[in-house]
C-alpha cells in the first residue's frame, strides 16, 4: 500500500530522532519515496548525512540551500507528498503548528501541506500532559490532523503511558492503514449532518442543545480520507471546528428549518447521508424583531414542531440510498433506538447513551452501539475519531451486502 507513495517526513529536536532512521528504513522497503524536512533542533539529535543515505535524497533543512543558495519550495514539497508525517513531533513544533508560527521550514511546509498529515509526539509525561500541549494537540486533530500515540494508534483520552513516541513499526502501519483504506469509498456522495441547531426566541436568544459537531466532523474526515465527496451541513458550531480536507463541502446552517431545506435539496443525489446534528425538535412559533423584556412573574414561549429531517429523507429515500441516523437516549436505550430504526426507515441507527461516562455531548470519546433490524454490536469507549472508524466500516459491510 506505500508502493510508490510520497512522504514528506519531519524530524524535530528530540532524543526519539535516532527512531526517524528506522521509520524511513521501512518506508523505503515498503516502496515509499521520502522527503525529510528537519528543524535545527532536529540536527542536533542526527545528522542530516545519515538521513540522506537512507532515502537517497538531500536533507531539507533551511529556506534556502547552503550550497548554491536555491529556494527550498515548501509550496511545491505540499504539492508533491501523499501524506506528511511528523516524527518524533516536540511539545514546540507542536505548539508551533496549531499556531501557524512558521518560523522553520518544517511549519511553513506543513501550512502548505495539501496531504494528509499524521503526527507522533515525543516529550516526557509532563510536558504531555500540560494542558497548553493537550489543547494544541486537540487543535491540530480538529484541523484534521491524525494524532499518532502509543499503544492506541490514535489520540487517547486518557494519559497514562503516554508521551514516548510510537514505536516505528506502528507509526508505518498507520500510514499503511490509512493508504489501504484511502479509496474503498471513491467517488461516493455522502451528506452529514453535524451539531446543534439553534431556534430563535428574539434577536440575541435561542433554544440550543450541547451538541459540539465533533461526531459528525470525525465521520466527514473519515469519509472524506476514504475518498468520498462529502456534504456536510453542520449547524452553529466552534470556530475551532474546520474541515479543510478538500473532500468535504461544508453547508453551516443555524435553524432545523434551515438545516432541512439544505438536506431536502442535497439527499436526492447521495449515496448516503448520516444524520449526526442534534436537532431541535421545536421552535418559537413567533420570533421576537425586539429583544424581550422581563416583565410578570412568569414567561411563556409557545413552540411548533420542526420538521423530521430523518423521518423526510426515510420517505424520501431510493433503492441504492442508505440512511443512518443517532439516538441519544437515556432510558430504554436499545428499544427507544429500535422504534426509531423503523419510524425514520435508517438502515441502522448509532447509539449513544448518556449514561456512559465520556460518552456523547462535548466530550472527545464517545461509546456507541450500532443497531441494525437484525442485532446490535456494542463498542468500547474510543475517541471520536476511531468510533467514526467504527461507523465507517459497519456502513461498508452493510452497502456492499
Ligand atoms: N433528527 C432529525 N430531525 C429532527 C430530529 C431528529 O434529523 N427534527 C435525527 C437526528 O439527527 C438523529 C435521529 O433523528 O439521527 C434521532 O434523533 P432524536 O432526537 O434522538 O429522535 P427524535 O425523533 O427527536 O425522538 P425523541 O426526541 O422522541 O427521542
Known sequence: MLQGKKIVLGI????????????????VKRGAEVQVVITPAGKEFITPITLSALTSKPVISEFFSQRDGTWHSHVDLGLWADAMLIAPATASTIGKMAHGVADNMLITTYLSMKAPVFIAPAMDLDMYAHPSTQQNLRTLQAYGNHIIEPGTGFLASKLEGKGRMEEPENIV????????????????????????????????????????????????????????QVELVCGPVSSSMQTPHPNIHRTDVESAQEMYEACQRLFPSMKLAILCAAVADFTPVTVASEKMKRTGDEMVIRLKPNP????SLGEMKKEGQTLVGFA??????????????????????????????????????NKITIITSNGKTEYSLKPKSEVAKDIINQLEEVMGA
Open 308 to 311: 423530521d429531517i430523518a423521518a
Open 328 to 365: 441519544l437516549e437515556t432510558n430504554d436505550e436499545v428499544s427507544n433506538a429500535q422504534a426509531k430504526l423503523k419510524k425514520k426507515n435508517f438502515d441502522f441507527i448509532v447509539l449513544n447513551s448518556l449514561n456512559d461516562a465520556g460518552a456523547g455531548f462535548r466530550t472527545d470519546t
Open 173 to 228: 502501519a498507520v500510514l499503511e492503514d490509512f493508504f489501504s483504506q484511502q479509496t474503498s469509498m471513491a467517488g461516493q456522495k455522502v451528506l452529514i449532518t453535524a451539531g446543534p441547531t439553534y431556534e430563535k426566541i428574539d434577536p440575541v436568544r435561542f433554544i440550543g442543545n450541547y451538541s459540539s459537531g465533533k461526531m459528525g466532523f470525525a465521520l466527514a474526515n473519515e469519509c472524506a480520507n476514504r475518498g468520498a
Open 12 to 27: 524535530t529536536g528530540s532524543i526519539a530522532a535516532y527512531k526517524s532512521c528506522l521509520i524511513i528504513r521501512q518506508l
